[in-house]
């Protein structure tokens, strides 16, 4: 287990430096081999795998040649097989759990089954750490993934319950709300996310977007000139900003 973890710590030590996943995986699988049944270990495995996958992707471009949908096919079935192999060996750390279902909505779209898994797998680590506000914010995240934006908006809901200040919950509900047109209640959520969160640059951006929908024009001036601090070369952000002063249309949301 020693020369596992001095493999498995020059893995990630080399993965950071270089931010190249191929340098790094031969010695996480060297730490794997070395102490198979460290889930943290399987995990990190797993993550890398999923990493490589993005990697040959984005290298590949739009027409990736067969050997390298090989690789990329080859790199997905290893990411799932090893973090299902951390919740076989430890069944009980929710956190296996999470990394699953963080495994699944990456391949997805390549794996029905997978796909099809996300919401079970979310519940199964809800119901190993029932307290922990962040993931029925992930499970939101997979509904709103599936487009049950009933079942996202309850789950947002339960997370805030769990942790009221809790800002990533608070504005995907400011969010549906926008999305239904309830906008008095998609202002009420994304402003007490941004007194919890000042500078949440995408709270500001849709609550800028409820004051322009209700004709409120300063405000929402007000809200996209906070954005544009954050995010200076937003071209973008300007037009729709230019677009509000020349008194044109309402911007589409992104």
């Known amino acids: 287990r020693y020369v596992a973890a001095i493999e498995f710590a020059r893995g990630i030590s080399v ?39 993005n990697a040959l992707v984005s290298a590949a471009g739009s027409a990736p040649a067969a050997d390298i949908q090989k690789k990329v096919a080859d790199a997905i079935t290893s990411a799932v097989a090893f973090a299902e192999r951390a919740t076989q060996v430890n069944p009980a750390n929710a ?22 898994s996300i919401v079970a797998v979310y519940g199964k680590a809800a119901s190993l750490d029932p307290v922990n506000p962040a993931i029925p914010a992930y499970l939101g995240n997979a509904h709103l993934a599936a487009k049950d934006y009933v079942a996202a908006l309850a789950a947002f809901e339960k997370s805030i319950a769990l942790k009221p200040d809790y800002a990533p919950a608070l504005f995907q509900i400011g969010v549906l709300h926008y999305q239904a047109s309830r906008m ?48 200076p ?12 002063r020349a008194g044109n249309n309402t911007p589409k949301k992104k």
């Not at 070395?34 to 490589?52: E, F, G, K, T």
Request: glycine letters at 4%; aromatic letters at 8%; zero cysteines.
């Open 95 to 116: 956190q296996n759990w999470l990394a699953l279902a963080e495994v699944y909505a990456a391949v997805a779209p390549f794996n029905a089954n997978a796909a099809s």
């Open 184 to 231: 008095e209640k998609a202002q009420n959520v994304l402003e007490q996310a941004i007194r919890i969160s000042p500078d949440y640059a995408n709270a500001l951006y849709f609550l800028g977007l409820v004051y322009e929908k209700q004709g409120d024009h300063a405000q929402a001036l007000v809200q996209f000139e906070r954005v544009l601090k954050l995010n």
């Open 15 to 53: 993965m950071t430096a270089t931010k190249d996943v191929e340098q790094g995986l031969p010695l996480l699988i060297a730490g794997v081999s070395l102490d198979p049944q460290n889930d943290v270990y399987l995990q990190a495995l797993a993550s890398a795998y999923i990493a490589r996958a």
């Open 233 to 244: 070369e937003n071209a973008e952000l300007k037009k729709i900003m230019d677009d509000i």
